[in-house]
T-cell receptor, first 114, second 109 residues
Framework: KAGVTQTPRYLIKTRGQQVTLSCSPI?????VSWYQQTPGQGLQFLFE???????NKGNFPGRFSGRQFSNSRSEMNVSTLELGDSALYLC?????????????FGQGTRLTVV | DAKTTQPPSMDCAEGRAANLPCNHS???????VYWYRQIHSQGPQYIIH???NNETNEMASLIITEDRKSSTLILPHATLRDTAVYYC??????????FGPGTSLSVIP
């Protein structure tokens, strides 16, 4: 079956702009979680959605938000971009919850803020 | 929240066992330890997880100390394809995840 698909793969934005990233989970998976990966901070959990509801959230400012649609596809939005938001953004899908054994990651979206 | 620490890098000879340590001294009683690995430019891949007992699967073994303050991931016969960054992760009862800094494992021929 098809894996987790993240679009776009690469993105360049200017400070102050906003950006929307997309994640299509594996068919049948209802949980989508998002992560930020940077050289300085490593991998950090952003939030998790399950059946269109945000179940938990990491320690990120309100500029980072997300949503999940009825088909389980999820979007992540970052408003008022800062240089420090440059990162690889990863999403993972599973049938039941964050990082459960059947969780699969996408290839990520690499965001560069200039 | 629990915090994890890992050595930044390790080498292992091909065919030998790779033992990757993780310290999670502030872990709570109902928080799981997960291990994932990330091969360059790919998304992380699940390896194994456990709560208090030792666990084994086709990829690796996980040894958790009795006080649960540390754990060791064991790859029994490392191959070149096991070269990756290995993350020790604590998952809380309310599904928050705390990643360790990762250990870059180099398997040497």
């Amino acid at each position: 079956k098809a894996g987790v698909t993240q679009t776009p793969r690469y993105l360049i934005k200017t400070r102050g702009q906003q950006v929307t990233l997309s994640c299509s989970p594996i068919s049948g998976h209802r949980s989508v979680s998002w992560y930020q990966q940077t050289p300085g901070q490593g991998l950090q959990f952003l939030f998790e959605y399950f059946s269109e509801t945000q179940r938990n959230k990491g320690n990120f400012p309100g500029r980072f938000s997300g949503r999940q649609f009825s088909n389980s596809r999820s979007e992540m939005n970052v408003s008022t971009l800062e240089l420090g938001d440059s990162a690889l953004y990863l999403c993972a899908s599973s049938s039941s919850g964050t990082l459960n054994t059947e969780a699969f990651f996408g290839q990520g979206t690499r965001l560069t803020v200039v | 929240d629990a915090k994890t620490t890992q050595p930044p890098s390790m080498d292992c000879a091909e065919g030998r066992a790779a033992n990757l340590p993780c310290n999670h001294s502030t872990i709570s009683g109902n928080e799981y330890v997960y291990w994932y690995r990330q091969i360059h430019s790919q998304g992380p891949q699940y390896i194994i997880h456990g709560l208090k007992n030792n666990e084994t699967n086709e990829m690796a073994s996980l040894i958790i100390t009795e006080d649960r303050k540390s754990s060791t991931l064991i790859l029994p016969h490392a191959t070149l394809r096991d070269t990756a960054v290995y993350y020790c992760i604590v998952k809380t009862s309310y599904d928050k995840v705390i990643f360790g800094p990762g250990t870059s494992l180099s398997v040497i021929p």
